[in-house]
């Protein structure tokens, strides 16, 4: 067995690992080094065997393997979706990366992204590899496709953020032995694979579908895959036909009507009822001082409501509060800021974050505040209980005071250096690094938040609630308890308790708080952590009178939580103590569902810094509410930090939304109206579509186990398998082609249709709970009846025989890559510096010039190259740190004239050290009458002045001249080191020559043969240099001819 190969080729690697895992010697024959131009048509690598040639790689790699006994005949038809998918879709887009890199600077992102798009069909791999849980040849050929890309860091990294399960695949196999030796025969990257595209075998690129995702033949594949490996039995298909009949939905909706996709009782307020499930669920309460972002968004009041509606498409009796948390420091901080009173602001804000939640489509039972009557009386008649009871203490506490500005500051209005960690950015309460709890005093170099100025210490009279004295009885309900919350929130719970618990200060000297009604104490309010919570009980109380019978009713309710994880310890140990200590029979959480963090690209949500997509800009982008709650739930940081990436937002919305379940949904529903007068046909179930019904079972039960654990994330995959075993149905029936057949394949076609139809109805159930507009537009297209609107265990027919369906029309609009583009600058830098609401999309930022921004943009790229090459040559140290400074000054510039803050963009900021003396503190004003800073003063201006400019011109005349001279040097040392690549060159040339001569004997198309003869003049450049002459004498040679 001989291979005739010419170097890092895709498909050299192919063979050379089937060969490897099946035990087969192979003779490696290098075509460059031997001369050999043995092949077709230069194409490479060409397996011979007894005689015969294979030039196509995928036929080569299964004969390897059967003839070894690897591959049976039975396996391979089992692979044959698979398979033809690898290569008419994964082989053909990797292919055009590669060519793509080759003649061109940079690569063609979008070709990436299809790639991408087309890997995250595969799914989980839960089994451990592609066909289930052992190695097949599938897992040679996508491996070897991808391998140029995933060797390279940056795509590597972007892999394992957008289809993490292919990534750990990839890097599990890397460690196979036989991958692992066959690796290292090769280069890594795409810089390495791209020279030998051009003689790689060519398939067509797969065409785009609307939305710009490849057809999605591979969800089809993927799921019969899937179906082999785990066969239905025959209960399942006897179960599936015993719930396949019409309107089993009625009776599960006698007490509930929905009106369009959200729950309204018809009579009193949801109240517990005795013998059912009762839900009562909160999200943490937003701070009022400030708009929501997406990381808010998602970790608590999103996940509640996809909760929520989960809960009540399943019949439970549920009710969901939420409301604005109003009191405390971070109010009174930002009403000096905004120079308005404390209620303004909560008025103000509190509008703000309803329209927000309002348009994000979340069904509260009821958005409250904490600034009410109720709050102050419920808190009050908590306190009351615990002093009671013993459970509160008084002693003098030292705080911080700011003689500037008369007063004992809180908290919120206290900044410094962590004592911790050293974080230099703590506030008085909590440090954002490192997430600990810690007092005012303890923070290092303090400095007041209104002024600026270093506060002293002073004592103050408080009352504290006694939590060791609580701590037996948190602990024994903690135990029981926390065994059904999310992992991070145990553990964040019972790490609080390992030191033992301390008393806890729960008044503060402020003005605007719940009053603290103990004779002394008249001046001071409770602390925001102690009554806060207690918002939950006050915003019920607002809702209905009857608020005891959930709060105070622990056997009937099941208390759910849901919160990012820097809420768990107040929520875990602070309120639950409260209550406790209290001695009344409280309804106490039973699940608390924490999230970790959502990033932003590559920094952190940050509501103070406003950094990120807030609530209002996301209503601002023209994309619908219910694309951001798919993407925030696909991308909800459930076990691990996760990040919201705009690239990725376009990637998930064309391929999941759009080329799988939209393409599913309106094949189904226009196929009825074209073909069969808008009418659910008759359906004469077989024995493969009783199948499908099973495996869709499956599905629903996976749905709602999921679900029933707030596994949200997880949960909407479920959804999208269903829509790919739709896809299959169709696919594999072809009902386009039946519906012209005979009167039987006609009533086949109609079988196929209706049981298309009613898969999509069941979708519009199945995706309320997370996109209940989406929702309620597929039942308007569908007609769908109010009975359909419950969450069953076993698919029934929704839509019978004769139904008639509504007027289809497509569901999910594609996101282009201009708009992403267009999007990713606007939500640039800080919130403060962007586009008001209500502006002009296409309009630049306050203060930007479009003009100068593109002339700059091309002098970053120019720089950026000159920094590379230098250090590709290993320049001297000082040349380098000169062109280094100067990309940088061309960066600022850059970031001026796009109207965006430079230091807000300067990724390495905090990195550094700063000289305290010339640092600025954090949020200091000037002092009186003084003038305001100018905006962005460190920044250099987008018009330099002329001594400037003359300045950075000799810098780069230093840097180019230095370049030119790595070059040269370079040059000179490669003719006497690399006489082998001199040899490889001239038989490139020299093959490269014949390919262009062919295509133009044969009249290829334009394109072809254009990009043909780019490849010759580069490897002739690439020749030039390894000779040591100047490349552009070819140039020269050109010009002169057509002269």
């Known amino acids: 067995m001989r291979l005739i190969t010419n170097g890092d080729n895709v498909n050299s690697l192919k063979l050379q690992l089937a060969a490897e895992i099946a035990g087969q010697k192979l003779d490696v024959h290098d075509a460059r080094k031997n001369g050999n131009p043995s092949g077709y048509r230069n194409i490479y690598p060409v397996l011979e065997v007894d005689g015969s040639k294979f030039v196509l790689p995928n036929p080569a790699v299964i004969l390897i393997l059967q003839l070894s006994n690897k591959l049976s005949d039975k396996d391979l038809i089992g692979y044959e979706k698979l398979l033809a998918w690898e290569s008419s879709q994964l082989y053909p887009l990797c292919h055009s990366y590669l060519q793509s890199a080759l003649l061109n600077k940079t690569p063609d992102n979008s070709v990436k992204t299809q790639i991408f798009s087309a890997l995250q069909q595969l799914g989980s791999l839960s089994g451990g590899y592609i066909s289930g849980s052992s190695l097949s040849v599938l897992d040679i050929l996508v491996w070897s496709d991808i391998f140029p890309l995933a060797t390279e860091k940056t795509i590597r990294k972007e892999l394992s953020e957008k289809v993490p399960s292919v990534a750990a695949w990839f890097q599990k196999l890397e460690s196979v032995p036989s991958f692992k030796a066959c690796a290292a025969k090769f280069g890594q990257g795409v810089a390495d694979f791209k020279e030998c595209s051009t003689s790689m075998v060519a398939f067509q690129k797969p065409q785009a579908v609307a939305g710009g995702a490849a057809e999605p033949a591979v969800a089809v594949a993927a799921a019969e895959v899937k179906a082999k490996e785990n066969p239905v039995t025959p209960k399942e298909v006897e179960k599936a036909k015993a719930s396949w009949k019409p309107n089993a939905g009625k009776a599960v909706l006698e007490s509930i009507v929905y009106s369009g996709q959200i729950k309204t009782k018809v009579e009193s307020p949801v109240l517990p009822e005795k013998g059912k499930r009762n839900i009562m669920i909160t999200s943490a309460l937003p701070y009022v001082n400030n708009v929501p972002h997406l990381g808010n968004i998602v970790g608590c009041v999103l996940s509640a409501d996809v909760y929520a509606r989960f809960a009540r498409l399943r019949g439970y009796n549920t009710l969901f509060i939420c409301g604005t948390d109003e009191y405390g420091t971070s109010t009174e901080t930002k009403a000096v800021e905004e120079g308005l009173t404390p209620r303004q602001i909560c008025d103000k804000y509190n509008a703000l974050h309803t329209e927000i939640y309002e348009w994000f489509k979340i069904s509260f039972d009821k958005f409250g505040r904490t600034t009410t009557e109720a709050q102050t009386k419920i808190s009050q008649e908590i306190f009351w209980d615990l002093h009671n009871t013993g459970h509160t203490s008084e002693a003098s506490v030292e705080q911080l005071f700011c003689g500037n500005c008369d007063r004992f500051l809180a908290d919120r209005f206290v900044e410094g250096q962590c004592p911790l960690c050293g974080f230099d950015d703590a506030r008085g309460d909590q440090c954002d690094a490192c997430g600990k709890l810690i007092n005012a005093v303890e923070l290092k170099s303090p400095r007041c938040k209104l002024c600026s100025k270093s506060p002293s210490i002073r004592t ?60 002394g104490y008249e001046n001071k309010v409770f602390y925001v952590w102690f009554d806060a919570p207690i918002g939950y009980i006050s915003i019920t109380a607002e809702y209905t009178p009857e608020w005891r019978q959930w709060w105070q009713n622990k056997d009937q309710v099941e208390y759910w939580q849901f919160m990012a994880k820097d809420n768990v310890p107040f929520h875990s140990v602070v309120f639950p103590s409260t209550l406790l200590g209290t001695g009344k029979p409280w309804t106490l959480v039973n699940k608390l569902m924490s999230t970790e963090y959502l990033n932003y690209e590559d920094s952190k949500f940050s509501k103070s810094r406003g950094i990120g997509v807030f609530g209002n800009d996301a209503k601002d ?128 076609a109609g079988t196929v249709v209706g049981l298309s139809v009613n898969i999509a109805a069941l979708l519009s159930v199945l995706i309320q709970p997370f996109m209940p507009q989406l929702s309620a537009e597929l039942q308007s297209q569908l007609a769908a009846p109010e009975t359909v609107n419950f969450i069953p265990t076993e698919m029934y027919m929704l839509l019978p025989s004769g139904h008639k369906i509504g007027e289809p029309s497509p569901l999910i609009a594609e996101i282009k890559q201009e708009k992403i583009n267009e999007l990713k600058v606007r939500y640039a830098g800080k919130q403060s510096s962007r586009l008001s609401p209500g502006k002009d999309v296409g309009q630049a930022p306050a203060g930007a010039d479009p003009e100068a921004a593109a002339a700059l943009e091309k002098k970053v790229a120019e ?109 000179k040392m490669v003719l006497y080191k690399n006489i082998g690549k001199f040899i490889a060159f001239g038989w490139q040339v020299t093959a490269q020559g014949n390919i262009v001569r062919d295509l133009k004997a044969n009249k290829a198309d334009k394109e072809t043969i254009t990009a043909a003869v780019a490849k010759l003049l580069d490897l002739k450049k690439q020749l030039c240099v390894a000779q040591g002459i100047d490349p552009a004498t070819l140039d020269a040679g050109k010009k002169g001819k057509k002269k």
């Open 863 to 971: 720089q950026g190259n000159i920094v590379r090459d230098l250090k590709a040559a290993k320049g001297d140290k000082d040349t380098i740190s000169a062109a280094v400074a100067l990309l940088l000054d061309l960066k600022k510039q850059l970031a001026v004239a796009q109207g965006v803050d430079p230091v807000a963009q300067d990724p390495k900021k905090g990195k550094g050290k700063q000289s305290k003396a010339s640092a600025p503190a954090k949020g200091s004003a000037p002092a009186k009458g003084s003038a305001p800073a100018p905006a962005a003063a460190s920044a250099t201006p987008p018009a330099a002045s002329s001594a400037a400019a003359a300045d950075i011109e000799k810098q780069e005349r230093q840097i180019k001249f230095s370049l030119l001279l790595c070059t040269f040097l370079r040059k």
């Open 621 to 748: 982008t023209g994309i619908v509410a219910d694309v951001w709650r798919f993407y925030l739930i696909y991308s909800r940081p459930e076990n691990q930090d996760s990040c919201f990436k705009w690239e990725d937002l376009m990637s998930k919305n064309n391929s999941e939304l759009l080329a799988n379940l939209g393409n599913f949904v309106n094949r189904a529903t226009k196929f009825t109206k074209d073909n069969f007068g808008y009418q659910v046909p008759v359906m004469n179930l077989n024995e493969d579509d009783w199948e499908i019904v099973a495996l869709v079972n499956r599905e629903l039960v996976h749905y709602i186990n999921l679900l029933e654990e707030a596994r949200e994330r997880e949960a909407i995959t479920a959804v999208f398998n269903i829509s790919r075993l739709g896809n299959q149905l169709m696919q594999h029936n072809t009902p386009w082609k039946l519906v012209k057949g005979s009167a039987e394949n006609k009533a086949r």
């Open 460 to 519: 103050s009279k408080h009352l504290f609630i006694d939590l060791p004295k609580i701590e037996s009885r948190l602990n024994t309900w903690l135990n029981e308890s926390s065994e059904k919350w999310t992992n991070n929130a145990r553990v964040i719970a019972k790490s609080w308790l390992k030191g033992g618990l301390q008393p806890r200060c729960i008044t503060r000297d402020l003005k605007w708080g719940t009053p603290v009604p103990l004779e």
